[in-house]
């Protein structure tokens, strides 16, 4: 999940979808305030699926079918507890729906989904995009240092083994010359 909402925006213009999907797409992307990243995909049977995360805080997914409706809506927040993950889905037995509010109508999941990505755009404030960016790219800096250390290790044994060999060799040459 690389792209901007500029980029998925762009995507999504530029991929031909029924109108009502690009809509409801659209809707979600624009209302991403901040450095959301995505990514977009659609199946076989033209439902359009959009996966974004806020920071690694909030995550989202969110399926259209190419009728324009909301078919499956995923949402998880930083919050801990059962109101952290939050599923709307047109089949009853996918739903997750632990809060005290109240689940959202079919027809209204769009507006709640727009309202729950603003929300989530003003709770995350530059520190804490700089505090994620910050914790990735320690988590590569250690694997990268350890590769680096397993490779400076192997090479140093390999160097030993070439040393012993050189030193055979020079022994055996050192034996046929006699």
């Known amino acids: 999940m690389t792209a901007t909402p500029q980029e998925l925006i762009e995507r999504v213009t530029r991929v031909r979808r029924p109108a ?7 809707s979600i992307i624009t209302a991403a305030e901040g450095p959301w990243l995505g990514t977009m995909d659609a199946d076989s049977r033209g439902a359009a699926e959009l996966k974004m995360h806020l920071a690694g805080r909030y995550r989202l997914t969110a399926v259209v079918t190419s009728a324009g409706k909301l078919n499956l809506v995923q949402m998880n927040a930083p919050t801990s507890g059962q109101g952290a993950e939050r599923v709307l889905s047109s089949k009853p037995a996918a739903r ?4 005290s509010e109240e689940m959202p109508k ?6 709640y989904v727009v309202e729950w990505v603003r929300i989530a755009s003003a709770d995350v404030d ?3 995009v700089l505090e994620w960016r910050l914790e990735g ?6 694997a990268m240092t350890d590769t680096i250390d397993s490779l400076r290790a192997g090479l140093l044994e390999r160097e030993q083994l070439r040393d012993e060999l050189a030193a055979e060799v020079a022994e055996l040459r050192a034996e046929l010359e006699r």
């Open 20 to 26: 009502g999907q690009l809509g409801v797409l659209e």
């Open 96 to 99: 997750r729906w632990v809060t």
């Open 106 to 111: 079919q027809p209204e999941w769009l507006g």
């Open 126 to 128: 530059h520190r804490a």
């Open 137 to 142: 790219s320690s988590q590569k800096l250690a």
